[in-house]
């Protein structure tokens, strides 16, 4: 068997109380091919699906808003879902090197705020300098999400109600919505947007 080149899989079947399943799948490989001794190497890949179960969290419910890579090329997702506890979740989930997802940080909706919840994130947006000499400026690229179930018509913003230098995504599906801003400037530039009130303001939401 050469390394890595031929594998064994091997499927493995769990069934939850509430009906649900998952496979792992484990890759064997004969070490003495690559100067080892009398050993086997597993490498073991684990699946989105089986980190959401470990966390509870509900695998039928998932919607992806950001999927993509840190600057030291991690994979990452940013996904509403929810579980028995939380009718809404959103959830940065990060691969490590291995291959295995793992949960980073949940939000989850309040009786306080009962229908938008929202999630940060930060990225490395690169680096630069003119000469070799000079100390590098690093800049970051800062990340807010939210995630709302009330809106009373298509999502908009008024004039100057939105910082400068802030990209707006928005996506909208009746009364469901995903607003994700990016911002290159300042972490706080993100953190003081008061995103229901300006909301309410523009009345894309229905009012507390």
């Not at 091919?33 to 699906?49: D, E, Q, R, V, Y």
Request: aromatic fraction near 14%; hydrophobic fraction near 35%; include cysteine.
């Amino acid at each position: 068997m050469k390394c890595l080149d031929e594998y064994l899989p091997a499927y493995h079947y769990e069934k939850r109380k509430r009906g649900e399943c998952y496979y792992e799948k484990n890759y064997l490989c004969d070490i003495n091919s690559c100067n080892f001794n009398n050993h086997f190497f597993l490498i073991h890949t684990s699946g989105f699906s089986l980190a959401l179960i470990r966390a509870g969290f509900n695998t039928n419910d998932v919607e992806v808003i950001e999927h993509s890579y840190d600057s030291a090329v991690g994979e990452f997702k940013v996904i509403k879902t929810s579980s028995k506890e939380h009718k809404i979740i959103l959830a940065c989930m990060s691969r490590n090197s291995f291959g295995f997802w793992k949960v980073i940080t949940t939000s989850e909706v309040t009786s306080v705020r009962p229908d938008i919840v929202e999630i940060a994130w930060v990225r490395g947006a690169g680096a630069k300098r003119f000469t070799h000499t000079e100390n590098a400026i690093f800049e970051n690229e800062w990340h807010y999400a939210y995630y709302g179930t009330n809106a009373t018509k298509l999502i908009e913003f008024l004039p100057g109600q939105i910082p400068e230098n802030v990209a707006v995504n928005i996506r909208q599906a009746g009364q469901q919505f995903w607003i994700h801003l990016v911002s290159y400037g300042e972490p706080d530039v993100l953190s003081r947007i008061k995103m229901e009130y300006l909301l309410e303001e523009s009345k894309s939401i229905s009012s507390k």
